[in-house]
């Protein structure tokens, strides 16, 4: 995850989502994701800190798959299982879960799935918010050039994650 950090990039933090799936094998929808639970999250702060990474405080949130953005990248994965950039104007809503993960409501994020065997096995989402608790800050546009590079930094990322990521 350090790699995708880089500071050529531009991103603060980046964050991994495995899927989980229905128990059922009832409707012909369960080999859809249900939620998605953060298994790994790392802010560019403790990727430069030596010693050892301490348990992540966003381990272990659920999100459901009907998020509106969750559903955008279930809608997307099979036919454009790249990533893309996403922003709260996509939909004209704040996002759900802004709070438990401490987003940046001006901000943006790019979300790279992570596809293997035409299945949803999570995502990797990524930003450059800076966790702060003076008050809100400023959204500065992003050159695409560094969007574009972002979004590749985090495709190589997502294919990677497919052979390493349990079903």
């Known amino acids: 995850m350090k790699a995708v950090l880089l500071p050529a990039a531009g991103l603060q933090r980046v964050r991994i989502w495995q899927s989980i799936f ?3 094998s009832g409707p012909a929808k369960s ?17 430069t ?13 659920r999100t459901p798959a009907s998020d509106r953005y969750c559903r955008y990248t ?20 704040i996002v759900p879960n802004c709070g438990k993960l401490d987003k940046d409501p001006k901000g943006s994020w790019i979300v790279a799935p992570i596809v293997s065997s035409r ?8 930003d450059s918010h800076e966790p702060s608790h003076t008050g809100p800050t400023e959204r500065t546009e992003t050159d695409p050039r560094v969007v574009m590079l ?8 997502s294919d990677l994650a497919r052979y390493v990521m349990p079903v």
């Open 22 to 24: 229905p128990c059922s």
């Open 31 to 47: 080999h859809l994701p249900s939620k998605f639970v953060c298994i790994d999250s790392l802010t560019n702060k403790e990727a």
């Open 49 to 61: 800190t030596a010693g050892k990474k301490l348990r992540c405080m966003y381990e272990g949130i």
């Open 74 to 93: 279930i809608a997307r994965f099979l036919h454009d299982p790249h990533a893309k950039w996403q922003h709260p104007a996509m939909f004209g809503e």
């Open 119 to 126: 299945a949803l096995k999570g995502f990797i989402s990524a």
């Open 150 to 157: 972002q979004c590749y930094i985090l495709d190589i990322i």
